[in-house]
């Protein structure tokens, strides 16, 4: 809930409406996105990945490395997206100690996540 804290009266959002797309994966980012109303889920390569929530965030990897995004965040009810540029993710990182320890909490559970998909499929 801390990302929840942060942003929640954020008067700068994206809106996604259910069934539509905040991204794809292969889009090019510059910002990340903490969600602040409704649900959503995260597909990686054609797959399930995970449900997210209030106060979870997505697109912090092209933020961190500039690379174009991994997966597909597609809205499963209408959601409100508060948009967190480079410059606001870096200086968060550094002002914020709270902020940066969960992005990289959240990152090791999505590389946890990641292995097992890679595991279950190199099980079949």
Do not use: W
Not at 57 to 63: I, M, S
Not at 79 to 84: Q, S
């Amino acid at each position: 809930m801390i990302l929840y804290n942060l942003f929640r009266h954020s008067q700068d959002f994206v809106q996604v409406k259910s069934g539509d797309a905040l991204m794809r994966e292969g889009d090019n980012g510059d910002e990340m996105y903490v969600l602040i109303d409704g649900e959503a889920t995260i597909e990686y390569r054609g797959m399930h990945f995970a449900d997210i929530g209030p106060g979870d965030f997505v697109g912090e990897l092209a933020v961190i490395d500039h690379s174009p995004r991994l997966a597909s965040v597609i809205a499963r009810t209408n959601c409100r997206f508060v948009p967190v540029s480079r410059k606001r993710f870096e200086f968060l990182v550094a002002e914020t100690p709270h902020f940066a320890h969960e992005i990289m909490r959240v990152l090791a559970q999505r590389l946890r996540r990641t292995d097992e998909l890679h595991a279950a499929g190199a099980n079949r």
